[in-house]
Structures are given as structure tokens and as C-alpha cells.
């Protein structure tokens, strides 16, 4: 008898969440899709910061060091004082540690530096 009164409320509690548990599934449901742009836009996110990270380059030779990027500031900075009204299109830069040098071209305009 206890068995059947616990059977009998079972049901009548499955019964009525029944509808309860569809609309929770269809509301995750809904909510799942709302948050996929978000997420969407948090990958893309992430990966423009990791593309926006410049990286630092050194030159190591012969116990020295030299930092790539103040290099090319250097270089650049040698055009301008050399070519005042000329603007910047191209920048190439070879490192000659053994000859302490840096030459550039900048603009199809070859030059060199001491490093």
C-alpha cells in the first residue's frame, strides 16, 4: 500500500515537471545560441591580440648584443637625415655582425651604418 501511494506521487511529480523540464531545455537551448556570437568574438578577439604582439629580435655575436628594432629606427633615421622629404615605402635591413655593420635599403636607396 505504502508503495503504491509512493508510485502514485512519483507520477503525479514527473507529470508536472514534465512541461517544466521542456521549458528549461528549450530556454538553455535558446540561451546556447544568444552566447555563440560571444564566444565567437572572444576567439577573434584573442587572436588579434596574439597578432598584434610584436616580437623584440636581438643579434647576438661575439659577446655582443643588438637589439633588431632599434635598428631599424637607426636606419630610419638616417634616410630621413639624408632624404628629408622622402617617405618611407621599404625597409630592409642586413645585419653584418662580423663586419660591424648594418646596410639598409630603404626605398630601392641602399646605405650602411656602423653598428
Known amino acids: 500500500m505504502a508503495e503504491s ?3 502514485e506521487v ?3 511529480v514527473l507529470e508536472k515537471a514534465e512541461p517544466v523540464v521542456r521549458k528549461a ?3 538553455a537551448g535558446s ?3 544568444m552566447a555563440e556570437p560571444v564566444l565567437e568574438a572572444a576567439k577573434n578577439a584573442g587572436k588579434q591580440v ?3 604582439i610584436v616580437p623584440q629580435i636581438y643579434v ?4 655582443r648584443q643588438f637589439d633588431c628594432a632599434v635598428l631599424v629606427e637607426r ?3 638616417d634616410f630621413k637625415a ?3 622629404s622622402a617617405m618611407i615605402r621599404s625597409c630592409k635591413l642586413y645585419i653584418k655582425p662580423e663586419d660591424n655593420m648594418v646596410y639598409y635599403v630603404i626605398n630601392d636607396i641602399e646605405d650602411k651604418l656602423e653598428l
Open 60 to 63: 647576438q655575436h661575439a659577446n
Open 75 to 77: 636606419c630610419k633615421e
Open 50 to 52: 596574439a597578432s598584434a
Open 31 to 33: 540561451a546556447v545560441k
Open 5 to 7: 501511494k509512493i508510485k
Open 25 to 27: 531545455k528549450t530556454a
Open 10 to 12: 512519483m507520477d503525479e
Open 82 to 84: 639624408k632624404h628629408a
